[in-house]
């Protein structure tokens, strides 16, 4: 690809890394608040379950775009991938994030293995969020001039 400059590809996906953070981070919180209601018996809000799948779903999309902008950005600069430790990090997020998902939707009292998978997934998507922003920082410093 000729494209003039990869800055504002760089600058949007700043944006959807720090969205997916802050997204991450809300349904640390979401979830948690679901989980300690569940323990204790206690009711939980009607919204809490409805808002922690659309910032479950807000988080797909955005690690999506994320690994859309990775492909054409390293394709577009270098005309091939593989040049850092950041697409494996890369594709371990996209390939976690998508099981958490679909696990989410296989929540419910007769399938009590899906939350357990649920958990696990997000608390391995924490060390792998920490590796890809580690690994991004790196690359990210070979797009600036």
């Known amino acids: 690809m000729n494209l003039p400059s990869f800055l504002w590809l760089w600058k949007i996906a700043a944006w959807s890394m720090g969205l997916s953070l802050f997204a991450?981070?809300?349904l640390a919180v979401t979830g948690g608040w679901m989980f300690f209601t569940r323990h204790n018996k206690q009711k939980r809000p009607q919204w809490l379950r409805p808002f922690h799948y659309i910032i479950g779903g807000i988080m797909v999309f955005l690690v999506i775009l994320l690994l859309a902008i990775g492909l054409v950005g390293t394709i577009g600069y270098y005309g091939n991938l593989g040049h850092s430790a950041h697409l494996p990090a890369g594709l371990t997020v996209v390939a976690l994030v998508l099981v958490s998902a679909w696990s989410a939707t296989q929540i419910n009292s007769k399938q009590l293995w899906a939350r357990s998978l649920h958990i696990t997934t997000n608390i391995i998507l924490?060390?792998?969020f920490a590796t890809v922003s580690l690994t991004g920082w790196s690359v990210?410093?070979?797009?600036?001039?």
């Open 140 to 145: 990210v410093q070979k797009y600036l001039p």
């Open 126 to 128: 924490l060390f792998s």
């Open 24 to 26: 991450y981070s809300l």
